[in-house]
């Protein structure tokens, strides 16, 4: 036999109860149906009733609607040869509803019995409406045989062994195949209406079908079953095909509002399963509930599901006092259990100096007071520290039977949430291991959620969160492998390229659900703001989103200025932009080191040699184990091209223009003319290679008059053309001579040093063709044979590949 619950949304309007007829006529042999109100009944019920205890005449209208929706539905749904007598029925109870309104109204009186007989019309009706609309169904008022009685400060409980008995009586003992009755409704000892709570048709349901012993209970509800997290927050959570009892009580206890969380007992003690199915989309698989899943792999993740609550608040009770004293908790629980408080979570540590304990919100004063109250002695003494309460924070649960199979994962779980800026204030584990809860601060929750499920697998990808500064050469051609190659990540590497923020010097657009790369520009035009660069910061920031990667593709010294803060609030950066790591060395340090601190990274390969694989490299020697003693590079791409083009008829003045269109010059040629960016480089890879080195210990014989780079960018290669014919006779001499030009970077023995130089056809430098740089690292291992890094060192193509490649090195995949 089975047991079905339709919930109020399954029962609500006449599509969905057309629905539900045809699910339940489908099932063959005997079947129990249990439904709730038509969805919103019940609030309007109540809303109902407060007009008309305020004596407030729209209380009338309320009331119509109430009248109209069930009308409407019998006339959808009920068959002809038994409208009128459901109408007749109907109208009978709406009528006795309306005096009651009316007497709420006269009296001034809306006692909590009163409220309860009114609630009650909900399923008393909607069940009547459902059990003539289904064939061959008969009616059961569950008020005769779900029984309550009073419990712990004065609530209505469940009276199981007097129920079990009614339902013998009142049910089983008569004939029928389909039984259908209201969910929710009670009755007490005195034979007056009360009710399991709200949520409790699920719970009538899980009675009836524990004492019936049915093969199943269904529960109808409008969504595909549990989700692995609130698919509101996490667009990429998915319905869990199987849990544990245990499994399932920990998140419907703790956020997921699939089912209602007493249901889980009754069936529970008697091993029958449940189903949960969506009335709206049946041929959906659901989730199973069981004992144990038949088919749980070893395989299966550790985390079956995450859930939260917004609202929590903790109140701590801290004293040197209470160390090894007995009976402090004790105390602490009997006199919130006193007053009604409920408290969710608990965290004391060994050392047994202070008690945790976390509470709603709307509880937090009571229980302040209460505990000041219990140790007011204590306090007033100064044995015990005042009872902080800290509020608006938030509780997160990571639940799954597996994971007291799984090593490392509490480690795994922090350090995730850590890695992402992520404090974790409070944590409770329990030795059953089935549930980590942790409680944070609640502008957390949302990235909280995400990181976790991202990094437990329990998406079906992983996402890296990408705002993108810079949209010129290199941030343009970065975007645009970006948006060829996305679906290739996600689909082959489970990885998903989200971004989430696109600037320029002027406009920017952020998105926390991901922007369209390839729409960029009119994204920009028209959907951007203005921007400065602390404005881009707070952008940053105030999204707080998870696995965020902050891509710098200017040249800009105040984009630069906000890596420090980026990283300190646990954002990755990938730079193209040199100026952090080549300017000031405390800063270069401090970014690093905060970096290494955060657990986040900050990359910035591409500034050397652009796409080769240089900085990478040096990092792997060092960390090996070797020594970089010397290097000689030809690093600068714009240079190299220039001296690589001059001809008779390329005069240098040409070359540099040439250069620039190529996308090889820095924004500001000079910066490459001067020697400024070789300089840069130079740093850098000394930097890395493990000195401590600046621009200012950089010997400089450079080529362009110093007086020539003054004034503004735009009249630079006018003034360069006075060089042209100097460049000529040198490019000629050499010629002569079988020798090319390189500008050559070098650090030996400490010394730094930049200057032109003429190479002949035996150097190593000597075949170097357009914009390819060459480094030549001589260390300890590679002494006699340096180490030769070759290849394309400038252009947006490789930059932006480079750049890429930093941003995907993050998320750490094959
Ligand atoms: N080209 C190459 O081969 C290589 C370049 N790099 C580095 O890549 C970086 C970019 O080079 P490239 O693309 O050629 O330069 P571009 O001049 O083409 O682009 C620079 C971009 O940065 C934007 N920008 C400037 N200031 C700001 C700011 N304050 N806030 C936000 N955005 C800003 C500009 O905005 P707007 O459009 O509004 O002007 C522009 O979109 C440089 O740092 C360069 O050193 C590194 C290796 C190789
Ligand atoms: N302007 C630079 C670009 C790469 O860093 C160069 O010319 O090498």
Redo the contacts with the bound molecule.
């Keep these: 036999m089975k047991v079905l619950k339709f919930g109020g949304t399954s029962v609500g309007t006449v599509n969905s109860l057309t629905n539900v007829k045809r699910i339940v006529e489908e099932i063959p042999g005997r079947k129990v149906v249990v439904v709730s109100a038509l969805g919103g009944i019940t609030d309007l019920l109540i809303a109902t009733a407060r007009l008309a205890v305020a004596d407030d005449i729209a209380y009338l209208d309320s009331y119509a609607r109430i009248v109209e929706r069930h009308i409407a539905v019998i006339d959808g749904v009920v068959p002809e040869s038994r409208r009128d007598a459901t109408l007749a029925m109907v109208k009978m109870m709406l009528d006795e509803l309306g005096n009651i309104f009316k007497g709420v109204m006269l009296l001034h009186d809306l006692s909590p019995r009163a409220l309860d007989i009114i609630v009650s019309y909900g399923e008393r009706l909607s069940s009547v409406i459902v059990s003539n609309a289904i064939k061959g169904a008969t009616h059961f008022d569950s008020r005769t045989f779900i029984r309550t009685k009073e419990g712990p400060h004065g609530a209505n409980v469940l009276d199981s062994e007097l129920t079990n008995r009614l339902i013998e009586e009142k049910v089983c003992a008569y004939e029928w195949d389909t039984a259908v009755m209201g969910g929710f409704l009670a009755t007490d000892a005195k034979g007056e209406v009360t009710n399991l709570g709200r949520g409790g048709s699920d719970y009538t349901a899980a009675i009836m079908a524990a004492a019936l012993d049915a093969d199943i209970l269904e529960i109808w509800t409008d969504v595909d079953g549990f989700m692995t997290a609130d698919p509101r927050v996490i667009d990429t959570a998915y319905v869990i095909d199987e849990l544990t009892y245990t499994e399932a009580m920990e998140l419907c206890n703790f956020g997921a509002k699939v089912i209602y969380p007493p249901t889980i007992y009754p069936v529970y003690h008697k091993n029958i399963p449940i189903l949960v199915k969506n009335t709206f989309n049946p041929s959906a698989p659901g989730t199973r509930i069981s004992n144990e899943p038949p088919h749980r792999k070893p395989s299966d993740k550790a985390i079956k599901g995450i859930s939260s609550i917004n609202d929590t608040c903790l109140v701590t009770i801290t004293s040197l006092c209470m160390v090894g004293v007995i009976g402090v908790n004790s105390r602490i629980f009997n006199a919130l259990t006193a007053k009604g408080v409920s408290v969710f979570l608990v965290s004391q540590a060994a050392s047994e100096n202070n008690t945790t304990i976390a509470v709603r919100n709307a509880d937090a004063d009571l229980a302040v007071r209460t505990l000041r109250e219990e140790f007011a002695t204590e306090l007033a003494t100064g044995m015990f520290n005042d009872v902080v309460a800290e509020r608006d924070l938030a509780t997160v649960a990571v639940v799954g039977e597996n994971m007291k199979h799984t090593t490392g994962l509490a480690g795994k779980l922090f350090n995730t949430v850590g890695r992402n800026g992520i404090n974790v204030i409070a944590c409770a584990q329990g030795a059953s291991e089935t549930n980590i809860s942790f409680v944070i601060e609640r502008k957390s929750l949302r990235k909280a959620l995400n990181v976790i499920h991202d990094s437990f697998f329990l998406s079906e990808c992983q996402v890296l969160n990408l705002f993108l500064?810079?949209?010129?050469?290199?941030?343009?051609?970065l975007m645009q492998q970006i948006s060829k190659q996305q679906e290739k990540l996600l689909r082959e590497k489970n990885l998903r390229i989200n971004v989430v923020g696109i600037?320029?010097?002027?406009?920017?657009v952020f998105n926390r659900d991901g922007l369209d790369v390839a729409d960029w520009r009119r994204l920009l035009d028209e959907e951007g703001i203005d921007?400065?660069?602390d404005i881009?910061r707070r952008e940053v920031l105030n999204m707080n989103i998870f696995n965020s990667v902050f891509v710098?593709?200017?040249?800009?010294a105040?984009?630069a200025a906000l890596y420090k803060d980026l990283l300190s609030h646990n954002v990755n950066v990938v730079?193209?932009?040199?100026?952090a790591a080549s300017g000031d060395y405390d800063v270069y340090k401090e970014l690093k080191e905060t970096a290494r601190r955060k657990d986040v990274k900050y990359l910035f390969e591409?500034?050397v040699?652009?796409g080769l694989p240089i900085i990478n490299t040096i990092n792997s020697l060092i960390n090996s184990g070797d020594k970089i003693l010397k290097i000689e590079a030809v690093v600068s791409?714009?240079l190299n091209y220039i001296f690589n083009v001059l001809a008779a008829d390329v005069p240098l003045s040409r070359a540099v223009v040439m250069a620039k269109e190529a996308?090889?010059?820095?924004?500001d040629p000079r910066?490459d003319l001067s020697g400024k960016?070789v300089i840069r480089k130079l740093v850098i890879l000394a930097r890395e290679a493990g000195y401590e080195v600046s621009q200012e210990d950089v010997e400089k014989n450079l080529f362009i008059p110093e007086e020539m780079l003054a004034g503004e960018a735009d009249e630079f290669i006018s003034k360069v053309a006075s060089l042209d014919e100097e460049f000529e006779k040198m490019r000629g001499d050499a010629e002569a001579a079988h020798r090319h030009f390189r500008f050559v970077a070098s650090f030996d023995n400490g010394h730094l040093s930049v200057g032109l130089r003429s190479v002949d056809s035996d150097h190593p430098f000597y075949n170097l063709a357009g914009?390819n740089n060459v480094i030549l690292l001589t260390t300890d291992r590679y002494m006699e044979y340096p180490m030769v890094i070759k290849g394309y060192?400038?252009?947006?193509e490789?930059?932006a590949a480079?750049?890429f490649a930093d941003i995907i090195s993050i998320a750490n995949i094959r």
């Design positions: 500064i810079g949209v010129g050469n290199v941030g343009r051609s600037a320029s010097s002027k406009r920017g921007v400065t660069p881009i710098d593709c200017t040249a800009s105040d984009v730079a193209a932009n040199k100026i591409t500034n040699g652009a791409g714009t996308g090889y010059t820095e924004p910066i960016d914009s060192g400038a252009g947006a490789v930059t480079g750049v």
